[in-house]
């Protein structure tokens, strides 16, 4: 079993929907949970960065942790389709573990 | 915001050359950097960790000699992929964290594509 499970998508929806992307891990020891997007050809970029149960959200993007499920979710609100990418979960206790990334398409 | 480059961005060789890349941090002292690889539809996976002026700590089943890790300053790491072979071929990513010992704080570089042929 991976530590971190991620859907591969690909997720295709169209503008202005809601988006929700999931992860789910298995290492009670995580404490760090970040979201990074990913574009072709190009380095992650940080989007949310949370360690604690609960809900975080920072413009249209929420992320949220449920500890006690180790599940972890990004939602995106009004979804642009600039914001089409790879969207990698990633946790942490002493190093990083990425989830395979989920691939969104949003089209116009 | 924290920037993280590489140098160079594409790579060709030859079976058997060795390729150096370059990772810097532009704007902030980076205590530890971080190199990772990247397959085709597959996540990051950590290659080694390295603190300016100690040796590179490498992840199981990473070769050390093969995979030459300098992190000489708090700005400047570099990977030496020494007798590339096409199996090498992939996406390097570099990261530098901006507080020793945090590795949740990590600010990736733009990635270099290695080709083997």
């Known amino acids: 079993q991976k530590e971190v499970e991620q859907d591969p998508g690909p997720l295709s929806v169209p503008e202005g929907a809601i988006v929700s992307l999931n992860c789910t891990y298995s290492n009670s020891a995580f404490q760090y949970f970040m979201w990074y997007r990913q574009y072709s050809r190009k380095g992650p970029e940080l989007l949310m960065y949370t360690y604690s149960s609960g809900n975080k959200e920072d413009g249209r993007f929420t992320a949220q942790v449920d500890k006690s499920s180790k599940y972890i979710s990004l939602f995106i609100r009004d979804s642009q389709p600039s914001d089409s990418a790879t969207y990698l979960c990633a946790m942490s206790a002493n190093k990083l573990i990425f989830g395979t990334g989920t691939r969104l398409q949003v089209f116009p | 915001g924290a920037v993280v480059s590489q140098h160079p961005s594409r790579v060709i060789c030859k079976s058997g050359t060795s390729v150096k890349i370059e990772c810097r941090s532009l704007?902030?002292?980076?205590?530890?950097m971080f190199w990772y690889r990247q397959f085709p539809k597959q996540s990051l996976m950590l290659m080694a960790t390295s603190n300016e002026g100690s040796k590179a700590t490498y992840e199981q089943g990473v070769e050390k000699d093969k995979f030459l890790i300098n992190h000489a300053s708090l700005t400047l790491s570099t990977l030496t992929v020494t007798s590339a072979h096409p199996e090498d071929s992939s996406f390097y990513i570099c990261s530098a964290g901006a507080l020793e010992g945090n590795t949740d704080t990590q600010y990736f570089g733009p990635g270099t594509r290695l080709t083997v042929l």
């Open positions: 704007d902030f002292q980076a205590t530890t």
